[in-house]
């Protein structure tokens, strides 16, 4: 059975003091829970101290937002793989709807970026979408395809073990519309389809594949109970501690 994986991606929010009661209330809310692999992903400038925080307990695991493709060198405003690796970061966010559309982020680059962090054994977590426009004209199969092959071209099926995968709709992402129980298992079970293609079933059946796009608290227990969901990036609702646990707590009951 796939270990239900549940990533807060709090984007650009928190400052240091925020994100220190943050995990605080949260550490409290969360307890004990082992039955899902937890991530928190905090902007650049919170790392260091979430990371002493969390070094306290065996829980919850930290992820970064996003990260470069180089290892060091000329490249102003940029956070290398080892720099997050030295900070104790497990997993990091690459190829996130808003890197794409607003930074101008290409599967290409997202593949470059996959391989350095595998290099440097950070595990990423990719995301891929389609935007409404490219739903409503039904090319979200067409899309996704394209988006997988592109993000892990090349990968080894060695690789693929390191990787989740994080399917969330654009249409979805912060507008408070979420994509039916159906609509995205849908989505999943052709996403592991295509995994399949790129590497073999049984490596397929492995990969977890997160949900993104609106989750909060009401309608965790529906989207995980689909058999191809393994868990969610939450964005928005995991800027609340209680809230992020409830997530929590939701997914877990159904391990």
Not at 135 to 162: F, I, P
Not at 199 to 215: E, N, T
Request: some cysteine; hydrophobic content about 40%.
């Amino acid at each position: 059975m796939r270990k239900k994986i549940i990533a807060a991606n709090w984007k650009m929010n928190m400052t240091v003091g925020e994100a220190t009661s943050y995990i605080e209330t949260f550490l409290r809310e969360i307890g004990d829970e082992k039955r899902v692999e937890i991530v928190i992903a905090p902007p650049f400038t919170a790392i260091p101290k979430v990371s002493e925080l969390l070094s306290k307990v065996h829980t919850v695991n930290l992820s970064a937002q996003n990260m470069s493709a180089e290892k060091s060198g000329a490249f102003t405003g940029e956070i290398s793989a080892s720099m997050l690796r030295e900070l104790f970061v497990r997993h990091v966010i690459l190829g996130h709807s808003e890197r794409r559309s607003l930074y101008g982020e290409t599967d290409g680059i997202v593949n470059k970026k996959t391989k350095a962090a595998l290099e440097a054994n950070l595990k990423p977590i990719v995301c891929i979408g389609e935007t409404l426009v490219e739903r409503d004209a039904g090319k979200v199969e067409e899309v996704l395809d394209t988006q997988l092959k592109g993000s892990l071209a090349g990968l080894s099926a060695e690789d693929l073990h390191e990787i989740v995968i994080a399917y969330e709709p654009v249409w979805a992402i912060g507008t408070g519309r979420t994509a039916t129980p159906d609509q995205a298992q849908e989505a999943h079970a052709f996403t592991r389809k295509v995994l399949a293609e790129i590497s073999s079933q049984a490596v397929a059946d492995k990969i977890r594949i997160q949900y993104g796009g609106s989750v909060k608290p009401e309608n965790t227990k529906a989207l995980m109970s689909q058999p191809d969901i393994d868990g969610a990036l939450v964005g928005g609702a995991s800027l609340d501690p209680r809230a992020f646990s409830e997530i929590v707590k939701f997914s877990a009951e159904l391990s």
